[in-house]
């Protein structure tokens, strides 16, 4: 069936290093990701999304790369901070599937000081 | 703007019990989801409205769970018979889910709320 999964189930990271969180993904129909960050007792929070037809999106301190050969997208995170630290979701999703989302297991991401 | 309301935030109830759920979605979002997450797990989907109709309800449990959003804004979530493994916070989502509009659009979650089934 379709997946879309982490690599890894957890980072650490030192505050302001880089931090990168990978996915794949199985359905190559897949034209929508989007990365959400949950922290503890709180429902996931939209951090950024990327179209298929694009390979790179930036937003604030973010950045989302798309490589659709390899069906696989990462999450760029610069100068990370401890308000970072939380579980960060990928999902993804495909024209006709009624705009459902495909979701990953997550990867926790903890900022040491 | 305001967010996807939920509530109770917390609920603690023992097995066989009945239990329900509210959400109030962003207004104006035509699209509304109900996600169920076990702990360490990605969210998943129970039930989808586009407006007061159902458009994706394939993994809700039928024996135990309803949704209902008769009015197209506001829904309600219920168990009966709640079951032990039921244990997990239900999310609610919604999204502008326009006509014609992206296959995806971004989908705002609320905080939750808690189930603890004894």
């Known amino acids: 069936g379709e997946s879309v999964g982490l690599h890894l189930p957890t980072l650490s990271v030192q505050e302001g290093d880089n931090s990168i969180i990978n996915c794949a993904y199985s359905?190559?129909?897949?034209?929508?990701f989007i990365w959400y960050k949950q922290e503890s007792g709180k429902g996931p929070q939209f951090i950024i999304d990327i179209r298929s037809n694009m390979d790179k999106r930036q937003g604030q301190r973010v950045t989302v790369l798309l490589n659709k050969t390899v069906k696989h997208l990462s999450l760029q995170i610069a100068a990370t901070q401890p308000g970072d630290s939380a579980v960060y979701f990928c999902?993804?999703?495909?024209?006709?599937?009624?705009?459902?989302?495909?979701w990953g297991l997550g990867t926790s991401l903890a900022v040491n000081p | 703007e305001a967010g996807v309301a939920q509530s109770p935030r917390y609920k603690i109830i023992e097995k066989r019990q009945s239990v329900a759920f509210w959400c109030n979605p962003i207004s104006g979002h035509a699209t509304l989801y109900w996600y169920q997450q076990i702990l360490g797990q990605g969210p998943k989907l129970l039930i989808q409205f586009q407006n007061n109709g159902v458009v994706d309800d394939s993994q809700l449990p039928k024996d135990r769970f309803s949704a209902e959003r008769l009015k197209g804004v506001d829904s309600t979530l219920k168990i009966q018979p709640a079951k032990l493994e039921d244990s997990a916070v239900y999310l609610c989502a919604s999204s502008l889910g326009l006509a014609g509009g992206p296959s995806t659009d971004t989908q705002y979650f609320g905080p939750g709320t808690r189930l603890t089934v004894l």
């Open positions: 999902a993804g999703g495909y024209a006709g599937n009624n705009r459902k989302l495909i």
């Open positions: 359905n190559s129909a897949s034209d929508y």
